[in-house]
């Protein structure tokens, strides 16, 4: 997990000095290790300087993408959408891989979410295309 900054607009903020250097650090993109080392603190102190940042909504939690198994992947959402629509799905798969500019070895869940996006827009069967998308995202979990 990793913390970046967030835009801050016109509202005033109270942050002691640990949290103030901290935030910096985030947004210098240092890794939780990086700043526990930079500002020598111990894990109760970072903690509650990173909370102070959240509470202000200073910064956002994420989570590093995880890439899955994209010949799994692939294979699935293939045959899962040829129940649909039948066999053009491996060709709409292909074509939504190569638009979305998707490496078909490397599938982030994030890319994997938006091609089950476009690829239900192409089913036009309410009832497939909801089966299609609850099938899916039970894969991206």
């Given at each position: ?6 835009k ?70 293939k ?26 070895e ?26 299609f ?9």
């Open positions: 997990m990793q913390f970046i900054p967030k801050i607009g016109n509202k005033t903020y109270t942050l002691n000095g640990i949290s103030l250097r901290v935030l910096h650090l985030i947004h210098q993109k240092k890794s939780i290790e990086e700043i526990k080392k930079t500002v020598s603190l111990t894990n109760e102190k970072l903690n509650n300087a990173l909370n102070q940042l959240l509470e202000n909504e200073l910064i956002d939690k994420v989570f590093r993408e995880k890439s899955l198994s994209s010949k799994k992947f692939t294979n699935l959402v045959k899962n959408l040829a129940k649909a629509i039948g066999p053009l799905a491996e060709y709409l798969v292909e074509d939504v891989c190569s638009e979305l500019k998707i490496d078909s490397k599938i982030t869940k994030n890319q994997a979410a938006s091609m089950i996006r476009f690829l239900s827009e192409e089913i036009k069967d309410n009832t497939l295309k909801i089966n998308i609850k099938t899916m995202n039970q894969f991206l979990k």
